[in-house]
């Protein structure tokens, strides 16, 4: 299977880091609602973790340890591990409009990895008056969370998020999310080259 690069042009010029949050005093904008919000401990989860559980569960497929299927209609991840086992994890998938599917390897990995908003993102909102920086350092705020997995040579990841409470959605700008203490878990068990299959 292959990526639909054609299919998947117009949501690459409009990626926008998985409902990025740009920085702004103590309040972040989502452009999914397109609004400015703030966050905090008092305005959702800060602990980091998903309100989906993780667990192991049995393992039938063909895929071997090690791979990572996507299933964005089900909302899972799923890491396939030895003996007929497969870790399973809650995630965030892109909206309408935004969903693809493929197979590919991680190409990357990176601890609290950088955003850099693509030009096309920067220039869109800067007309609806809202400012989005060039570029944001990795943290606790950086709407890409404490993880990234880059998938081949596309702008897409399985990366962290800063909203935990959104994992089970479909929220993305088509990266997948998973919350941050469960990326953390997964990025301890995957390699670079690791296989991705996205299904829809």
């Not at 390897?105 to 008056?129: L, N, S, V, Y």
């Not at 702008?155 to 919350?179: D, E, F, K, M």
Request: proline content about 8%; glycine content about 10%.
């Amino acid at each position: 299977m292959r990526f639909f690069y054609a299919a998947l042009a117009a949501a690459l010029v409009t990626f926008s880091a998985s409902t990025a949050f740009a920085q702004a005093g103590s309040q972040f904008f989502d452009p999914n609602t397109r609004t400015w919000v703030s966050y905090g401990p008092q305005h959702g989860n800060p602990s980091g973790k998903s309100p989906i559980k993780r667990q192991m569960v049995k393992y039938d497929g063909p895929h071997a340890p090690g791979t990572i299927i996507i299933d964005t209609s089900e909302r899972r991840l799923y890491h396939v591990r030895p003996n007929g086992k497969a870790m399973k994890y809650g995630v965030g998938v892109g909206k309408e409009g935004f969903q693809w599917a493929g197979t590919n390897r991680i190409t990357r990995k990176a601890e609290w990895p950088d955003w850099t908003p693509p030009p096309q993102m920067i220039a869109r909102e800067r007309a609806k008056g809202r400012i989005l920086p060039a570029h944001m350092k990795g943290g606790p705020n950086n709407p890409l969370g404490a993880r990234a997995m880059y998938i081949g040579s596309t702008l897409y990841r399985i990366h962290g998020t800063n909203q935990p409470w959104t994992i089970g959605s479909a929220v993305s700008s088509g990266c997948i999310r998973l919350a941050n203490d469960d990326v953390t878990h997964l990025y301890d068990n995957v390699t670079v080259g690791s296989k991705i299959i996205v299904k829809r």
